[in-house]
């Protein structure tokens, strides 16, 4: 089992608050990513970082921003959630040289 | 055009049974490739590897033709354990970034 974390599972929030999702890891992997969700639809990058300090935007325009000041700590925040940001959110990380990505468990964000 | 196209399915199979599906991919540059699987409301998980020589693990068989830019996945003798979505991935860049397909559905019935 992967050993890799996300809070809140899930979280039902108005519009215009500020929200932080929360991935941590413990496996001392560099590498770490966020993806986007929709159900039946495939997943979208909209996040990674490759190492402390490192974070770049992915393929999905997304209005979140991350943060990596720990390696094992990679938080997704939205200044202010609307209805369109109703989605499944995923953590992911690998170790570098490796492509086979652990995944978390998600967190699934509804918003008001 | 999506980079990773699936047929949605569902694929119902009896159980026992054999059940093939694939995947294409528009990036010829494309360099690896994956097989994940994503129970119901649950994480992606990697299923296998698909190397250019094909490869199998247990009941899994994978395959890549790189000529038709298509993967393919073949799970036999299935169980209802194998019920799942069947995620097509592919690795783009030398960074391993990678593009989902949206997954194959299948469905192993009693």
């Known amino acids: ?112 | 055009r999506k980079e990773v196209e699936q047929d949605p399915g569902p694929f119902n199979v009896p159980e026992g049974a054999t059940v093939a599906f694939n995947c294409t991919y528009s990036n010829s540059a494309s360099q690896s490739f994956f097989w994940y699987r994503q129970d119901c409301r649950k994480e992606p998980k990697l299923l296998m590897s698909v190397y250019s020589s094909g490869n199998e693990d247990g009941r899994f068989t994978a395959q890549l033709n790189r000529a038709s830019q298509y993967i393919s996945l073949l799970i036999r003798d299935s169980k209802l354990s194998d019920s799942a979505t069947y995620l097509c991935v592919v690795t783009t860049d030398s960074w391993g970034k990678l593009q989902f397909g949206a997954g194959t559905q299948v469905v192993v019935t009693p």
């Not at chain 1, 979280?11 to 990513?33: A, F, P």
């Not at chain 1, 109703?86 to 990505?101: D, H, I, P």
């Open chain 1, 1 to 112: 089992e992967a050993d890799i974390y996300q809070t809140p599972r899930y979280l039902v929030i108005g519009t215009g608050k500020k929200i932080t999702l929360e991935c941590s890891q413990t496996m001392g992997h560099d590498k770490m990513y966020w993806y986007q969700q929709d159900p039946g639809m495939e997943l979208h990058l909209i996040h990674y970082s490759y190492g402390v300090n490192s974070t770049e935007k992915g393929d999905l325009s997304s209005e979140s921003t991350v943060s990596r000041i720990r390696t094992e700590h990679f938080p997704l925040t939205l200044e202010s959630a609307r209805p369109s940001h109703t989605s499944q959110y995923l953590c992911a990380s690998s170790r570098v040289g490796e492509e086979t990505q652990y995944f978390g468990p998600g967190t699934r964000l509804l918003v008001l």
